[in-house]
């Protein structure tokens, strides 16, 4: 591996890259961008329509007011001027059609997990696997969810040993941060390289 990132590098000049933030709906993708952006976050936020719930059938979370219809946008600086343009995907399925202009030139995803709903992210799953995007999966503790060790949840996820797990809580900045890095970490394994 070439590019580290924290040991100094001779060669700093600033790299943007771009990672995805993907999962279910309601997995907490749009809040995880917002913590880690230092600039502020674009969003795409809809109100549901009595229209939309309808056609999105019983998907849990029926008390969810919005939902994101396009993308959240951010950025974050890590070390060695590496900079990280955060791309959160709307979560409901019939949004999906979105993804693969999301995803091009994206060095690495985050899947969002949820373990109240574990399924809703086998999609973004197989999405990464077959584009062969290097991903990491966050798990995101919310409060009254079930709590599983990491052995459990790549067991219940079927995902590689190479596949980093990490438990988060997309409100903390400093938890969202050790995600990030642990994603693009992955990607600097799996590529060599971010490009
Ligand atoms: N307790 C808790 N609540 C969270 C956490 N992350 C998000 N939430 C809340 O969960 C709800 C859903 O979060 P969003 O960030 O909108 O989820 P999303 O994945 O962007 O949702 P869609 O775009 O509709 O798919 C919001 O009310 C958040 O405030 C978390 O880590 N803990
Ligand atoms: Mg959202």
């Known amino acids: 591996m070439s590019f580290t990132l924290f040991e100094p590098q001779a060669d700093a000049r600033p790299r943007a890259i771009k990672i995805l933030i993907a999962g279910g709906f309601g997995a907490g993708k749009t809040t995880l961008v917002g913590t880690a952006s230092e600039i502020r976050p674009l969003r795409t936020e809809s109100g549901r329509s009595a229209y939309g719930r309808a056609i999105d059938g ?4 029926d008390s969810k ?3 994101t219809v396009a993308m959240d946008f951010g950025r974050v600086t890590l070390p060695n001027n590496v900079m990280l343009y ?8 019939r949004f999906w059609f979105m993804w693969d202009g999301l995803a ?6 985050i899947v969002l997990a949820d373990t109240r709903r574990l399924p809703d992210c086998f999609g973004a799953i197989d999405y990464f696997e077959q584009r062969g995007t290097p991903f990491a999966v966050a798990v995101n503790c919310f409060d ?3 709590r599983y060790g990491e052995a459990r949840v ?6 590689d040993p190479g596949v980093p797990i990490i438990m988060c809580d997309a409100r ?4 969202v941060i050790q995600v990030l890095i642990a994603v693009v970490e992955h990607a600097l394994r799996v590529n060599g390289s971010f490009v």
């Open 154 to 159: 790549r067991v219940a996820l079927d995902l």
């Open 65 to 67: 007011e919005s939902t």
């Open 104 to 109: 091009r030139g994206a060095a690495g995803a």
């Open 144 to 146: 009254d969810a079930p």
């Open 58 to 61: 019983p998907i849990g979370m």
């Open 86 to 93: 955060l791309y959160g995907t709307p979560g409901q399925r």
């Open 172 to 175: 903390s900045r400093d938890s």
